[in-house]
Structure formats: structure tokens, C-alpha cells
């Protein structure tokens, strides 16, 4: 069975659940010494040769800047630092090719779009601090994988909500025994949690009623199930602070969060409803074999009569490389009807 965990806020407790997932204590060694000390000659030799003002916080940057960072202190020298920090304190292989170290075309560019921003511009210094301080080490690795333009948040597709919550109130007496609702692809959990909403809002009776969410990436699984941002205090007060009326209602909805890749085979019974937003069709997936894929494990994760909706904020790039048109055959191909909803695609399995 994956990776899974059930929903708490308890800071002992997570504390506790973290250290499955991340080495406590300081990871500095030898070879990681050697490495901080090449680095360290890179940038002053770097410091001493740039002729522009060195990054601080809130520095506007220019090409030029840019360009002579690369060329003075290459990220060729800097990732593969880092990266070997970051794996050796996660107890599972984290998925770096896709984050601001690995596609950043700088130093100063990676600085610029990291947030929380670091305070200095020596990384040698800032991977010192990372391999003796596993709080910070914490919070670095949350923000590499939890990045602001990943767009979580909540109410990010209204009427897909709102037909939704339509179709929870019409059918609340075919789900009198409970319902079993997947958010598939969930990111940081934010639309899993506002299922379990609309749920209690059209008055099923949450404790006969199952919502899952689930993700391809540990650190997203942690964050998602605990409503945990250790490099964001402020969105994660407000995202507690929104869901404590529905974590503690005396019926709520039993949940689990869970390590899943959408178009593998499901290890869990079939779901009713399964929602798969901002993911099909985008930048991370919108090839036709990965699409194909992932229809197939979609549908293969749906109770026969089960409604699949899937929807998206991609610029319309995307819409012309991967139309819904294109969407709608995939998913009959595997079994399922389309059919109309305000906000991107809907399927029905076929019985």
C-alpha cells in the first residue's frame, strides 16, 4: 500500500509523521564539507570579478546580469551540490528534475524566484546553514516543491463548484449509503477539502462518505493531508483557519491523502466521483500517450455509472495544442460518455 495519511494539525504529531519522510538533525559531512569549500572559492572568485551589485533581496535583475552570472558562476557548479543535500535528507527520492534548481537558467534567476526569498547570495553559505539547521533545510525543501505558481488556492474553478454542488443535492438520496469522492492529481489539497464542503453543505451525512485526495509527490502528499506550509505561515493560518469548521464537525467526512500516479492501477476500491483539475492537457501532461494513460487509470478508478471532471487555468496555448475535442475521444476510448458541463470536461462510465 502507498504512502497515506490521514488528516491532523497536531505539531507533536507532525513533527512525529515528518520524520518518515525527512532525516532530522545535521547532514554535514566530509564530502558535503569539500563541496561547500569549492563552492565558497567559486564565489568570491565570482564576487570579485562581477561588475554589477550582487543579488540581495529585492534587487531588480536584468539580462545582463544574468548572462554574466551563468558565465562567472555557472548553476553547473551549484546544483549538483545542492541536489545531493536535498536527497540525502528526504528518506524517499524527491522529484528535483522539476523545480527551481533544475530549471532556473541562473544562480540569480533561481534567487529571484525562490519564496520565501534567502537572505544572502553565497551559496556556499546558504548550503552550510541548509546541512546543519534541519529547519530551515525543512522549509527550503518545502518551497522548492510547493512553489507559488503552482496556483493552490481555493475557489479556482467556481462553476465546476457550482454544478457540482447541483449534482451532490440532486442525487443525495442514491448516496444515502455514502459516497466515495477522489481528487486525483490533488496538489496542495486545497479542492480536495472543498468537496468535503460541498458535501456537508448539500447534508450527506459526512461519516458514511470517503474523500481521498491523491499526488505523485511526497512532499505535496504532506502538505495537502496536514494543511502543513512551514515556508508560508501566513497561507497556512488561512487555509486552517477555513477548513477547521469542516476537520471538526462531528461528521465529517473520513479522509485520506495518498502517493498515487494518475494512470497507474488503482490499489484502492472505485471511487463514485473522481476530479482531476489542472492536469490534463497542460504542461505536465499533454502527450498523447501520457494522456491515454491516464485516462485509462482514471477510468479504471470509477464505480461503473462514476462521473469523471476534469478542468484547468492553462492559457490557451494549451487549449489549441491539447482541445477538449481531443480530451472528449481519449476518454471514450476508455470507456467513458462525455458530456456537457459548464467548466471544462465531464465523463460518465459506461455500465
Not at 519522510?21 to 569549492?38: E, F, K, M, T, Y
Not at 534587487?59 to 548572462?67: A, H, I, P, Q, S
Not at 546558504?126 to 525543512?138: K, P, T, Y
Amino acid at each position: 500500500m502507498q504512502l497515506s495519511f490521514a488528516p491532523t494539525t497536531d505539531g507533536v504529531e507532525l513533527q512525529r509523521l515528518l520524520q518518515q519522510l525527512l532525516v532530522p538533525g545535521s547532514l554535514l559531512d566530509v564530502p558535503l564539507a569539500r563541496s561547500i569549500d569549492r563552492l565558497a572559492r567559486s564565489f568570491a572568485r565570482y564576487a570579485a570579478s562581477y561588475p554589477l551589485p550582487l543579488w540581495a533581496p529585492g534587487l531588480v535583475t536584468d539580462n545582463e546580469m544574468r548572462n554574466l552570472t551563468e558565465a562567472l558562476l555557472p548553476m553547473a557548479e551549484i546544483r549538483p551540490a545542492f541536489d545531493r543535500l536535498l536527497e540525502r535528507s528526504c528518506r524517499f527520492s524527491p522529484l528535483l528534475a522539476g523545480c527551481y534548481l533544475h530549471s532556473s537558467a541562473c544562480w540569480i534567476d533561481f534567487l529571484q524566484r525562490l519564496q520565501p526569498p534567502l537572505p544572502l547570495a553565497n551559496p556556499a553559505v546558504i548550503l552550510s546553514g541548509l546541512a546543519e539547521d534541519d529547519q530551515a533545510r525543512q522549509r527550503f525543501l518545502f518551497s522548492l516543491m510547493l512553489p507559488h505558481h503552482y496556483g493552490g488556492g481555493f475557489d479556482r474553478y467556481p462553476l465546476q463548484s457550482q454544478w457540482l454542488s447541483a449534482w451532490l443535492k440532486e442525487r443525495a438520496r442514491s448516496f444515502e449509503g455514502g459516497i466515495r469522492i477522489l481528487d486525483s492529481a490533488c496538489g496542495s489539497g486545497e479542492g480536495t477539502y472543498q468537496v468535503a464542503e460541498l458535501l456537508l453543505e448539500a447534508g450527506y451525512s459526512g461519516r458514511s462518505c470517503e474523500v481521498h485526495g491523491s499526488t505523485l509527490e511526497e512532499i505535496e502528499l504532506f502538505a495537502a493531508a496536514h494543511l502543513y506550509f512551514p515556508h508560508d505561515p501566513e497561507r497556512e493560518r488561512e487555509y486552517r483557519a477555513r477548513m477547521a469548521p469542516v476537520l471538526g464537525a462531528a461528521d465529517a467526512p473520513r479522509f485520506e491523502f495518498y502517493l498515487d500516479r494518475v494512470g497507474s492501477v488503482p490499489e484502492r476500491e472505485p471511487y463514485h466521483l473522481v476530479l482531476c483539475n489542472g492536469l490534463l492537457g497542460g504542461p505536465m501532461l499533454h502527450d498523447d500517450a501520457g494522456l491515454d494513460t491516464a485516462f485509462a487509470g482514471l477510468s479504471q478508478r470509477l464505480l461503473p455509472g462514476g462521473v469523471l471532471l476534469a478542468t484547468d487555468r492553462f492559457h490557451a496555448g494549451w487549449r489549441i495544442k491539447v482541445p477538449a475535442e481531443k480530451l472528449c475521444a481519449l476518454m471514450e476510448k476508455q470507456g467513458l460518455t462525455p458530456f456537457q458541463v459548464p467548466e471544462g470536461i465531464g465523463g460518465k462510465k459506461r455500465v
